[in-house]
């Protein structure tokens, strides 16, 4: 059932999520991200390296929620600078596969504290079940929306 009527942004559960993703890339990028030279689709790539060890650029893409030309050229950047590693999968030449540095890995480690606090300042005054609860819900939400949006892409095919 559509509903055409008003639509109060106030409620609006995209926009509060924007909202709220816009400040944190905001606040992060004006204090930590702008004097290392990096933007938040970098900073996301070298935060997934962080945690889950070497990738295949197509995994990177999928752990980020960056479109892979975006991701590619991110990548090639965070290359150049010497904050990742670029090399062809041992399974399959077509793929490559992304590391994080030695010099990437202590960048890193300067930024968390960074990202840490603006969480901190965002959760401020939640008690841990409602925190919890926000972040079982927001997971939900992304996977009802991923699988549709993967349903569509293989209708395509």
Do not use: C
Request: charged letters at 25%; glycine letters at 8%.
């Amino acid at each position: 059932m559509r509903q055409t009527g008003p639509l109060d942004l106030a409620r609006y559960f995209p926009y509060l999520i924007n909202r709220i993703g816009t400040i944190f890339v905001v606040n992060f990028t004006r204090e930590a991200l702008h004097a290392e030279g990096l933007s938040i689709q970098m900073w996301r790539v070298l935060a997934a390296l962080f945690n889950s060890g070497s990738q295949r650029q197509i995994d990177l893409a999928g752990m980020t929620s960056i479109e892979v030309s975006t991701l590619s050229r991110a990548v090639a950047r965070l290359a150049r600078r010497g904050l990742v590693t670029r090399a062809r999968s041992q399974e399959d030449s077509r793929e490559m596969r992304v590391a994080l540095s030695g010099q990437g890995r202590m960048l890193v480690r300067r930024l968390i504290p960074v990202a840490r606090a603006q969480e901190k300042q965002a959760i401020a005054g939640l008690r841990p079940g409602e925190l919890e609860t926000a972040r079982r819900v927001l997971r939900a939400m992304y996977a009802n929306l991923a699988g549709k949006s993967q349903a569509r892409a293989k209708q395509r095919r």
